[in-house]
């Protein structure tokens, strides 16, 4: 079955850095694009960004352009997003998602961003 393990969360401070990592298995992971995307409280799940089979197309909601980074390793079936400069608005569960629009959804890993 479809499964995606979200890992890499957690605390960090304004202009800090994370980089989360998905780790998928149960399907043939390079055939998909895959995307991330994010639930802040009280809010709707948004796209965060997304990138085809092979990375050579990627896209990003403006909030997060020029500072998050998203990227895939087809060998190890994961799919990664760096986030620099963080901003206490980025605080939300991210979550990975098989394709785009996304199908599959992993657990969510958890961002807090606050001095």
């Known amino acids: 079955q479809v499964q995606l393990v979200e890992s890499g969360g957690g605390l960090a401070q304004p202009g800090g850095s994370l980089r989360l990592s998905c780790a998928a298995s149960?399907?043939?992971?390079?055939?998909?694009?895959m995307s991330w995307y994010r639930q802040a409280p009280g809010k709707e799940r948004d796209l965060v960004a997304y990138i085809s089979q092979l990375g050579r197309v990627t896209n990003y909601t403006d909030s997060v352009k020029g500072r998050f980074t998203i990227s895939r390793a087809n060998a190890k079936n994961t799919v990664y997003l760096q986030m620099n400069s963080l901003k206490p608005e980025d605080t939300a569960v991210y979550y990975c998602?098989?394709?785009?629009?996304?199908?599959?959804w992993g657990q969510g890993t958890q961002v807090t961003v606050s001095s």
């Open positions: 149960g399907f043939s992971f390079s055939r998909y694009y």
């Open positions: 998602s098989r394709g785009f629009p996304g199908d599959y």
